[in-house]
């Protein structure tokens, strides 16, 4: 199956109640199997322009890069797949572009933005994240986050000075301590995890993690699955019942089918025969 | 604001202290920050851990021991009007940012400018050990506050379907969850979502649309209204609002 049958992707973006503009940046590309999404911040609307300079950067060099490049096939610096590299490369260049941005406009100054994107290739994907915007997956009856944050409430759970049921009333929610395009460097986490055929993929800003209840997120997207479009107005439905504090946005996508890439042989007899 | 605490015995407050610093101590020893010179506390009795807005108290191993609102504790997280309790006196912890800001830059994610210091050595690792699951007497934990506020409310009213045709005729499903679905999957599936202003109806899957009152819903919500008569994959159901 290609990759645009097997996947089935759905994004949608929403101010929240709020707030009076969305500094969420969302983008899909059907084609490569890629999907983006970054919660910006900053002053007036530096934290829009951060969050569209990274979901622009990320989503058009990969896009680029795979005119001519195979996802699944080894870099031969680092021994990792190209498509780990392509992630994790751009989000460097996003994170150049928003500083330097930021450098030369005083209106800009201190913007930054968080980014999780997933590219998935060869019935994989890779995941990369700065900040607390979240990956989480569905498959079967089990929902989870796949990201881990990259915020001082994380961490205080990781050294288990709070415990997960506390954190929820702690006041140090939004606190995150990577961000991309606040300094000259930034350390962007890159994973790979295998895709089954009945997954659900769900990538959002805090807006909605915040607002709702995993189990809750788990349960509508259970519930909706069949319905991707839906399932995502409904979650956006869901954080501003809630409250709608903050912008929102989610990203979903379902695995319909197996995707894999041709196999190396396979192309090699082709090649021999072509010559 | 920094958050305070307030020490009193028998009702006559004695002393206030600001936690300003990230590790504030207290004892029986002059070298601790809150001195309570008293035989039943001990020479370091208790610390307190002040990460930006949020405090964690925790016993030194003390011989007599803490509580917080009457339950004894190693480790708390604390909440704004606990009481911790040493000996015969009463530390009371006040918090000014403890109430959700009502503005809405309290939800703006923002970046710490600065590297975190790690949080961990500052827990003795003896007791690091012991508390590393996390032990909380369930009395201490703090109700739930604002995240996840329930979208139902009491005001809200409650409704229900009830089932008028086929072998199920007669049962009736409340709606208590934010969604409910109905149907059969594959073949037509609708779902009803519960919200603060109502109850909407909206098409799931399958190739036909939901009926209500006989009328084709499409693919967009539908508000129900009180004895409306929903038809799905052949089955008749009424919904109603329940007094």
């Known amino acids: ?103 030369s406009q005083p209106q800009y100054a201190g913007m930054g933005t968080t980014i999780v994107a997933a590219l998935f290739y060869d019935n994989q994907l890779a995941v990369v994240h700065v900040g607390d915007s979240r990956l ?131 192309s090699k007899i082709f090649a021999w025969f072509k010559s | 604001m920094p958050a305070k605490l307030i020490l009193s015995m028998d009702g006559e407050v004695l002393k206030d202290y600001v936690l300003s610093k990230e590790r504030t101590t207290i004892g029986r020893k002059p070298h601790n920050d809150i001195v309570i010179d008293n035989l039943a506390v001990s020479s370091e009795h208790a610390a307190i851990i002040t990460i930006l807005n949020d405090s964690f108290l925790e016993d030194l191993d003390s011989t007599n021991g803490l509580a917080v609102n009457g339950t004894t504790v190693k480790k708390h997280f604390l909440q704004q009007n606990d009481v911790i309790e040493i ?26 400018s600065r590297p975190v210091k790690p949080v961990a050595p500052v827990v003795p690792p003896s007791y690091e050990s012991a508390e590393a699951t996390g032990r909380f007497s369930p009395s201490n934990i703090a109700p739930e506050q604002a995240p996840v506020q329930p979208v139902a409310t009491s005001l809200q009213p409650r409704a229900a379907v009830q089932i008028l045709n086929g072998p199920n005729a007669g049962r009736e499903l409340e709606l208590i969850k934010s969604l409910t679905t109905l149907g059969k999957p594959g073949v037509q599936v609708a779902v009803l979502a519960r919200r603060p202003h109502g109850f909407f109806m909206t098409h799931v899957e399958g190739a036909k649309f939901p009926l209500v009152n006989g009328e084709s819903i499409g693919e967009q919500p539908r508000q129900l209204k009180d004895h409306d008569i929903i038809e799905l994959a052949g089955v008749k159901m009424e919904f109603y609002f329940k007094s």
């Open chain 2, 87 to 112: 000996g015969k006196y009463k530390l009371k912890y006040l918090n000014e940012n403890a109430a959700p800001a009502p503005s809405a830059d309290f939800e703006k994610t923002m970046i710490l």
């Open chain 1, 136 to 266: 989480y997956r569905l498959r079967g009856e089990v929902f989870e986050a796949i990201t881990r944050d990259h915020s001082l409430l994380q961490e205080q759970i990781d050294s288990g000075i709070i415990s997960k049921e506390d954190a929820r009333t702690s006041r140090n929610k939004n606190l995150v301590t990577r961000a991309v395009g606040i300094d000259a460097e930034v350390q962007p986490e890159v994973h790979v995890y295998e895709a089954q055929v009945g997954d659900v993929y769900l990538l959002c800003s805090d807006g909605l993690n915040d607002m709702v209840a995993d189990e809750i997120i788990g349960e509508t997207l259970q519930m909706l699955k069949a319905n991707l479009p839906l399932a995502a107005t409904q979650l956006i439905e869901l954080a501003n019942d809630h409250g709608g504090r903050d912008n929102v946005s989610v990203i979903l996508i379902k695995i319909n089918g197996k995707f894999s890439a041709p196999r190396p042989w396979l």
């Open chain 1, 1 to 103: 199956m290609n990759k645009q049958n097997a996947l089935e992707m759905v994004s949608q973006t929403h101010s929240g109640k709020v707030r009076s503009h969305n500094e969420d940046s969302v983008a899909l590309d059907a084609a490569n199997g890629l999907a983006v999404l970054a919660d910006g911040m900053g002053g007036y609307n530096a934290g829009e322009v951060a969050s569209g300079i990274a979901v622009s950067v990320v989503l058009t060099e990969i896009k680029y890069r795979l005119q001519t490049e195979k996802p699944e096939a080894k870099d031969p610096f680092s021994g990792e797949d190209v498509g780990v590299v392509l992630l994790r490369d751009n989000v460097e260049k996003a994170n150049s572009s928003i500083f330097h941005a930021a450098q």
